[in-house]
């Protein structure tokens, strides 16, 4: 499993939803609580920055800086090649990065959050575009294993993610992902 690889793959797929955003889209409602889809956009662009920064500097210094402009493609794709790029190197992996408030990380451990956090956004976005969502399923697995670590303690305070749902009897791996992380797998535009 070459992880930046499946990161890679899972940002190609919300690379494809992100290019049909219409700036009427802008103002839809997402499953996080809260955000229309121009707030969702903007925290993808501002965590893929952040995580390029920490990759290369060891930290980064602010984690809400996105901007989507007058072209949120744009700034969608400038972000991940810009997370790409800074994390193309396997020096990145063994490096100590502070990822926002959650503390210090070897790269690899980094990697595995931004890789959580992709699957889990683009399933948003998708569903506030009424649209498939069909993530790699190697990344689905790598990503519901790392969920499954996430203590639901303190989500609310950190603004990580809400407290995990009950996961149904024979659900698929992506519902169980999701409602590791607290969201409602059945939630579509109302």
Same mark, same amino acid.
């Given at each position: 499993?070459? !992880? #930046? +690889? &499946?990161?890679?793959?899972?940002?190609?797929?919300?690379?494809? &939803?992100?290019?049909?955003?219409?700036?009427?889209?802008?103002?839809?409602?997402?499953?996080?609580? /809260?955000?229309?889809?121009?707030?969702? !956009?903007? =925290?993808?662009?501002?965590?893929? =920055?952040?995580?390029?920064?920490?990759?290369? +500097?060891?930290?980064?210094?602010?984690? *809400?800086?996105?901007?989507?402009?007058?072209?949120?493609?744009?700034?969608? #794709? $400038?972000?991940?090649?810009?997370?790409?790029?800074? @994390?193309?190197?396997?020096?990145? &992996?063994?490096?100590?990065?502070? %990822?926002?408030? @959650? /503390?210090?990380?070897?790269?690899? %451990?980094?990697?595995?959050? =931004?890789?959580?956090?992709?699957?889990? =956004?683009?399933?948003?976005?998708?569903? $506030?575009? /009424?649209?498939?969502? +069909?993530?790699?399923? +190697?990344?689905?697995? %790598?990503?519901?294993?790392?969920?499954? #670590? %996430?203590?639901?303690?303190? #989500?609310?305070?950190?603004?990580?993610?809400?407290?995990?749902?009950?996961?149904?009897?024979?659900?698929?791996?992506? *519902?169980? @992902? !999701?409602? &590791?992380?607290?969201?409602?797998?059945?939630?579509?535009?109302?």
């Amino acid at each position: 499993m070459n !992880l #930046r +690889e &499946l990161d890679r793959r899972t940002l190609l797929v919300l690379d494809k &939803l992100v290019a049909g955003v219409t700036p009427a889209d802008l103002a839809r409602p997402t499953p996080c609580a /809260g955000w229309t889809l121009a707030d969702l !956009l903007r =925290h993808q662009v501002s965590e893929n =920055h952040a995580f390029a920064t920490a990759a290369r +500097e060891g930290s980064a210094p602010d984690w *809400d800086a996105g901007v989507l402009g007058d072209d949120p493609y744009a700034a969608y #794709r $400038a972000s991940v090649d810009d997370f790409l790029d800074a @994390f193309a190197d396997d020096a990145v &992996l063994e490096r100590q990065l502070t %990822i926002n408030h @959650f /503390g210090t990380f070897p790269g690899a %451990i980094a990697a595995h959050m =931004h890789l959580v956090d992709t699957v889990a =956004h683009g399933w948003d976005l998708a569903r $506030a575009l /009424g649209l498939p969502y +069909e993530p790699d399923a +190697e990344a689905v697995d %790598i990503a519901t294993k790392l969920a499954e #670590r %996430i203590p639901d303690e303190g #989500r609310e305070k950190n603004g990580s993610f809400a407290r995990s749902l009950a996961v149904p009897a024979g659900a698929s791996e992506l *519902d169980r @992902f !999701l409602a &590791l992380l607290g969201r409602d797998p059945a939630w579509t535009l109302s």
